[in-house]
């Protein structure tokens, strides 16, 4: 039995963050604007720092009291996104230095590694970095000592009213 309590989780404001990262990034590389991916790697160092997802504002803000996105609130741990965003800021810093430094491929394969990664949990409802915080927790690594919401693949979308 596990002894751990899950919070109240709003994973809309994740697919916002998600789809906004996609969107930023994708416009960064068409345009050739390193600034757009040092931009996204800002908000989700930020983000990290808060504890909140980088552009979960725009989802509080707007998108939400307007109607425009539903709440999607599920029972899980706050702490493997974090980290997932947390990851992912430190592939978009070292892809904006690359960039900034005039390597293109390297810096650009960066920024569409977290591209890939963010549209698969935005479309797939499957967090990489979750499951990494998850194994960690697993190999007992100090620091990762959240387990999965029961009947929940490491990664994967908790089901609504899933237990610790």
Same mark, same amino acid.
């Given at each position: 039995?596990?002894?751990?309590?899950?919070?109240?989780?709003?994973?809309? /404001?994740?697919?916002?963050?998600?789809?906004?990262?996609?969107?930023?990034?994708?416009?960064?590389?068409?345009?050739?604007?390193?600034?757009?991916?040092?931009?996204?790697?800002?908000?989700?160092?930020?983000?990290?720092?808060?504890?909140? %997802? =980088?552009?979960?504002?725009?989802?509080?803000?707007?998108?939400?009291?307007?109607?425009?996105?539903?709440?999607?609130?599920?029972?899980?741990?706050?702490?493997?996104?974090?980290? /997932?965003?947390?990851?992912?800021?430190?592939?978009?810093?070292?892809?904006?230095?690359?960039?900034?430094?005039?390597? %293109?491929?390297?810096?650009?394969?960066?920024?569409?590694?977290?591209?890939?990664? *963010? *549209?698969?949990?935005?479309?797939?409802?499957?967090?990489?970095?979750?499951?990494?915080?998850y194994w960690l927790a697993r190999?007992?690594?100090?620091?990762?000592?959240?387990? !999965? %919401?029961?009947?929940?693949? !490491?990664?994967?979308?908790?089901?609504? =009213?899933? *237990? /610790?």
């Amino acid at each position: 039995m596990s002894t751990q309590t899950l919070q109240k989780v709003d994973h809309s /404001a994740f697919k916002t963050n998600q789809l906004l990262i996609i969107g930023l990034n994708v416009l960064a590389f068409v345009f050739d604007l390193p600034s757009f991916a040092a931009l996204v790697a800002l908000a989700m160092g930020l983000g990290t720092l808060l504890k909140k %997802p =980088g552009f979960g504002f725009v989802y509080t803000s707007l998108l939400k009291p307007r109607g425009w996105m539903k709440p999607d609130v599920l029972d899980d741990n706050p702490e493997p996104h974090r980290f /997932a965003q947390f990851v992912g800021f430190l592939f978009m810093v070292a892809g904006s230095l690359a960039l900034f430094l005039g390597f %293109p491929l390297p810096g650009w394969t960066l920024v569409w590694i977290v591209v890939a990664l *963010a *549209a698969l949990n935005a479309f797939g409802g499957f967090c990489v970095g979750c499951a990494m915080y998850y194994w960690l927790a697993r190999l007992k690594v100090p620091g990762f000592v959240k387990q !999965p %919401p029961t009947g929940t693949f !490491p990664g994967g979308k908790p089901k609504a =009213g899933a *237990a /610790a």
